[in-house]
């Protein structure tokens, strides 16, 4: 594979993922529970979000000149349509997290083709137009990937998996296509780290929160190897988790190492998936 | 900036409150609210040793830091162990409500609910003399109902939810009926102490037997959070139960903590009531359920 020239001297790509989730998870969740469509305490920890910690996360991205990418499901967008435009114009990137964070989008093309099609709308009328970049809450069906990939309006993809290399997504036929994957690692999710509640349990088996220096650290390693092998990455980064005061922290002292190290441009996931689309077909 | 700073009394950074959850026997319903606990003999016995033996070693801590807490109680905690409540309410401590028997709130009709809350409250004006203004939600879901009810019982204020780091109100009638609000004073599940360290094989508490926090890090966890609270001008909720920080090996986190926010000499340091008192007729968030 050809080494990529990122942007300046730097030797890998990093993108600030802000899935801005909300209540929906927590209420999706919640749906498992006997009565849990009532439950409004744990809906409170997401909550959060879009109420206080989208809001700290603005001022250090502000802070350190950093774009990002907000991947935000329709629904939050329809609910919140001024926090939403107030990212936008602080000249951050807007893009899809699924019309209300479901993993389950329909069970054939055409439903999950139209679920799709409705959240673009959303954003099509909120903000003035559709997202270039999806992030999905849940398995597509191939030939939902094969529509979405030959769509032109479609830039990039970036999904949770454990790759690690910037690619053309394939469609089901084997092919290359034209839309790009950013690899999304677990690694750099702190929701899997710090994420807690006692009831509805999450984690599942109510593991212990980590403590926040051990996860700057990992976080550190990501980067370090990241620009060791000349790697492309976005985050799974949650508002109503690391915009909390302390964990706030981690965020800071991330985008210090970033500020002080050139080996990593870290610019919006479009803008990533942008360069490295135009450098492919050079 | 775009976060919004509160105001806090004699310009402080940010609030402290020390709120401590008396749940005795009951503790193990913070990670299974529907758990049968009181003839598990190993449940029984963690929650007397924190009664016993945590209760007074917190208690003389606070004295020596000259700091009043908010202790939230069960009324059959109340009951069972009237003689340390009423020690933790003429030490200056104020006493809120924490359910009757630690119940589920979500899993009882309205009229239950405020049914326990009720007898809760009566339980602890019973003992202490005086009806308690704070409600925490015993661990467990609750519903719009539990705030109705706590709001009906003349409660002042929820200590319960989680969507901010400043005390905020929320709206009980649904959008349109804005003057049917709750006080709120926001808690956060990683300054709670018993999430960190408590452990038991069988039943299995928590659920998937993760190993206990290396206590040094939990320290340094809630160092961060108060450096970050200060930031914002948040409000930063202590939780704490005494069978767990009041343990020998524990009991120096609060010390250290509360030496690290002396050295900083920036916090104003509120029971529930005071942070209430000072906020209530001023303009807060709303949360719309």
Redesign the interface.
């Known amino acids: 594979m050809k080494k990529t020239t990122w942007s300046g001297h730097a030797k890998c790509a990093f993108s600030f993922g802000w899935d801005l989730d909300g209540e929906t998870i927590w209420r999706n969740k919640?749906k498992n529970?006997?009565?849990?469509e009532?439950?409004?305490?744990?809906?409170?920890?997401g909550?959060?979000g879009p109420?206080?910690g989208?809001?700290?996360i603005?001022?250090i991205m502000?802070k350190y000149h950093l774009k990002s990418t907000w991947f935000i499901p329709a629904e939050n967008v329809a609910r919140y349509p001024q926090l939403v435009r107030?990212i936008q114009a602080?000249g951050h990137e807007i893009a899809n997290h699924g019309l209300d964070h479901s993993p389950f989008y329909g069970s054939t093309p055409e439903a999950q083709l139209d679920n799709i099609r409705r959240s673009q709308d959303i954003f099509l009328q909120v903000l003035g137009k559709k997202a270039v970049g999806f992030r999905p809450t849940g398995p597509l069906l191939p030939e939902t990937e094969d529509a979405l990939f030959s769509d032109s309006s479609t830039l990039y993809y970036s999904r949770g998996l454990a790759e690690e290399e910037i690619c053309f997504c394939t469609a089901s036929d084997g092919k290359q296509t034209g839309v790009v994957s950013l690899p999304c690692r677990q690694e750099l999710d702190e929701y899997i780290q710090?994420v807690?509640?006692?009831?509805?349990?999450i984690?599942?088996?109510?593991?212990?929160?980590a403590?926040?220096?051990?996860v700057l650290a990992g976080f550190l390693r990501e980067l370090q190897g990241g620009a060791r092998f000349g790697s492309a990455m976005s985050t799974a980064f949650h508002p109503q988790v690391s915009g909390?005061?302390?964990?706030?922290?981690?965020i800071e002292k991330l985008c210090e190492y970033i500020a002080s190290t050139p080996d990593i441009w870290c610019a919006t996931c479009e803008e990533v998936a942008a360069l490295w689309k135009k450098s492919m077909e050079e | 900036?775009?976060?919004?700073k509160t105001q806090w009394p004699g310009g402080a950074e940010c609030a402290v409150m020390i709120s401590v959850n008396l749940d005795a026997e009951y503790f193990p319903r913070?990670?299974?609210?529907d758990l049968e606990v009181e003839n598990v003999q190993n449940f029984c016995r963690m929650g007397q040793t924190g009664m016993e033996i945590g209760l007074p070693r917190l208690l003389k801590l606070l004295v020596r830091y000259r700091l009043n807490a908010t202790f939230f109680v069960p009324g059959a905690i109340a009951l069972r162990y009237p003689e340390e409540l009423r020690s933790v309410a003429a030490a200056g401590h104020e006493i809120g409500c924490h359910g009757f028997s630690h119940e589920?709130l979500?899993?009882l009709s309205p009229d239950a609910q405020l049914e326990a809350i009720r007898r809760g409250r009566d339980a602890i004006g019973t003992i202490c003399g005086d009806n308690p203004v704070g409600f925490r939600?015993p661990?467990?879901?609750?519903?719009?109902?539990t705030?109705r009810a706590v709001k009906k019982l003349g409660f002042y204020y929820s200590s319960?939810?989680?969507?901010?780091?400043?005390p905020?109100r929320t709206v009980l009638a649904g959008s349109g009926h804005s003057a049917d609000t709750l006080f709120e004073i926001?808690v956060?599940?990683?300054l709670y102490d018993l999430?960190?360290f408590s452990f038991h094989f069988w039943p299995p508490l928590?659920?998937?037997?993760?190993?206990?926090?290396?206590s040094d890090?939990?320290l340094?966890?809630?160092k961060?959070?108060?450096?970050?609270?200060c930031?914002?001008g948040?409000c930063?909720v202590l939780q704490l139960d005494p069978q767990c920080i009041g343990a020998q090996g524990k009991i120096y986190m609060l010390e250290a903590l509360l030496d690290y926010i002396a050295e900083k000499g920036n916090a104003w340091f509120a029971t529930g009531r005071e942070i209430y008192d000072h906020l209530s007729n001023k303009e807060v968030?709303t949360?719309i359920?």
């Open positions: 919640s529970f006997p009565g849990g009532t439950f409004i305490r744990s809906r409170s920890v909550a959060f109420m206080r989208a809001y700290r603005l001022d502000d107030e602080a710090m807690y509640c006692s009831y509805p349990p984690p599942t088996g109510q593991d212990r929160i403590p926040y220096a051990d909390t005061p302390g964990k706030s922290l981690i | 900036m775009f976060i919004k913070v990670f299974d609210p589920h979500a899993r939600a661990e467990g879901e609750i519903t719009t109902d705030l319960s939810l989680s969507c901010s780091d400043v905020f926001p956060h599940w990683a999430p960190y928590p659920l998937g037997q993760p190993r206990v926090s290396c890090r939990v340094e966890n809630w961060w959070e108060y450096d970050g609270h930031r914002s948040a930063f968030e949360w359920i």
